[in-house]
């Protein structure tokens, strides 16, 4: 009994993103298509056990939920107001039932994915009800991810939906002319699972692979669903080569290793040659790069050597120069400083931070000061560096980071007094 409970909760996480999917395309709401999906899979914990599964669990859930609609639209008056279920010809005609009728089509997930990421929803709702829908996450998974309460996720994820749906917005996939923008806030939504496990904003834990691991996944179901889309595959690219550093990131202790000091030899060669070949597919789709094709170019070029010193810092630069012409990023100037640094020098490198010094954006950034306080110290100014290096613990989202930073700040303190 408990063995078929978790193979039916281990299908939930498989085929959950698709039934809600293809039950939203035909109904038109999201969140009653959750509620037929949940009910679904509620009815096979009842009747399997009984039963036996069926040889097609995919097709069993999706017949069973369908009826459920059909039950629902029944009993309740206003149902051609609240979901327009009945959609045959003509009044008193149900809606076909058969295993082609209720079948998906492959646009499903992808039409799923463009309203999970509509504009009309902040980031926040956009990040939690992707990860619900099309992630197949429980609303208390999504909730220790992100180290909130499971009622605040709850929360925004039901307000995500009444906003879906108090707005209007088709369960559809973009128009052509949409479809530029609409894909760019999909992208930014995985990339920002992503980033959040690979390097988390607060608690203490400065990995969290569980996430990383969802937002790859979902990044290449979208690049299946969109095989002529370069930038889906940048993407990809992009996170699969650095979630190949994962075991490296951190030590026993759980404090962040630097990439000169990461043993090479324990990256996941698998995942970088996975994310090479995402980088050719977008080199062959693209002219010129984008964003997350030049953000990947650039891990590509940590990837390969052998050893942190063969590193080839000017192509790494260029790539940094061409990504600052299409997103005009902080971020991105910052780290175009790390590699001037071994093209040009300390000096060089520290003079490109100064312009960030005003900038709102990296107010709250203990990584501007981390940097700044490294290029300091290879220059001989210990105590200046002591000083940001402090600054930067101050604004570390993790204690580990905060760990690191104090003992360089320690170090360059004994530097100076020498």
């Given at each position: 009994?408990?063995?078929?409970r ?18 939203a395309r035909?109904i ?5 298509a959750e ?17 036996g599964m ?19 639209a ?10 327009p ?18 079948a998906?089509i ?45 009622a ?7 307000r995500?939906?009444?906003?879906l749906?108090?707005?209007?917005v ?5 128009t ?6 609409r894909?760019?806030?999909v992208?930014?939504?995985?990339y ?19 996430l ?10 979208l690049a ?9 595959f ?26 000169e ?49 063969d ?32 093209v ?11 312009s ?39 604004l570390?989202p ?12 320690t170090?360059a303190?004994?530097?100076a007094?020498?």
């Amino acid at each position: 009994m408990m063995e078929l409970r978790d193979s039916v909760e281990a299908l939930w996480r498989i085929e959950a993103p698709q039934l809600i999917a293809t039950l939203a395309r035909r109904i038109g709401d999201l969140d009653i298509a959750e509620d037929l999906a949940s009910e679904a899979f509620v009815a096979a914990l009842e009747q399997w056990p009984v039963d036996g599964m069926p040889p097609r669990p995919g097709a069993w859930l999706m017949t069973t939920a369908w009826h459920k609609a059909i039950d629902r639209a029944r009993r309740e008056e206003t149902a051609r107001k609240k979901a327009p279920l009945l959609v045959a010809g003509h009044a008193g005609e149900l809606p076909d039932v058969s295993d082609e009728a209720l079948a998906p089509i492959p646009d499903d997930l992808l039409t799923m994915v463009f309203t999970t990421c509509h504009p009309v929803l902040s980031p926040e709702a956009r990040v939690a009800l992707t990860l619900r829908l099309f992630g197949g996450l429980s609303t208390d998974e999504i909730a220790r991810a992100f180290l909130a309460p499971s009622a605040t996720i709850g929360q925004r994820i039901s307000r995500a939906k009444r906003t879906l749906a108090e707005a209007r917005v088709p369960v559809e996939a973009p128009t052509a002319e949409d479809l530029p923008d609409r894909l760019r806030a999909v992208l930014e939504v995985l990339y920002l699972i992503f980033n959040e496990g690979y390097s988390a904003s607060s608690g203490d834990t400065v990995v969290r692979v569980d996430l990383a691991v969802e937002a790859m996944r979902m990044g290449r179901v979208l690049a299946g669903l969109l095989p002529t889309e370069p930038e889906v595959f940048g993407l990809v690219a992009l996170m699969e080569l650095q979630a190949s550093r994962f075991r490296t990131r951190v030590d026993e202790d759980g404090i962040p290793v630097q990439l000169e000091h990461q043993d090479r030899r324990r990256w996941d060669r698998t995942l970088i040659d996975h994310g090479l070949g995402m980088l050719d597919r977008a080199f062959a789709l693209a002219r010129p790069l984008g964003p997350y094709s030049l953000q990947a170019a650039i891990s590509a070029c940590h990837a390969r050597p052998a050893t942190f010193a063969d590193t080839d810092w000017t192509a790494v630069l260029a790539l940094y120069d061409a990504l600052l012409q299409l997103t005009a990023s902080p971020v991105v100037e910052l780290n175009r400083a790390v590699a001037l640094l071994h093209v040009d020098g300390p000096q060089a490198a520290l003079d490109a931070t100064e312009s960030l010094l005003d900038d709102r954006r990296l107010a709250g950034y203990h990584l501007l000061g981390a940097v700044r306080g490294d290029l300091l110290s290879r220059l001989g100014l210990h105590a200046d560096a002591a000083a940001e290096l402090e600054r930067a613990s101050e604004l570390a989202p993790t204690k580990q980071e905060r760990h690191l930073l104090l003992g360089r700040m320690t170090d360059a303190l004994a530097a100076a007094a020498r």
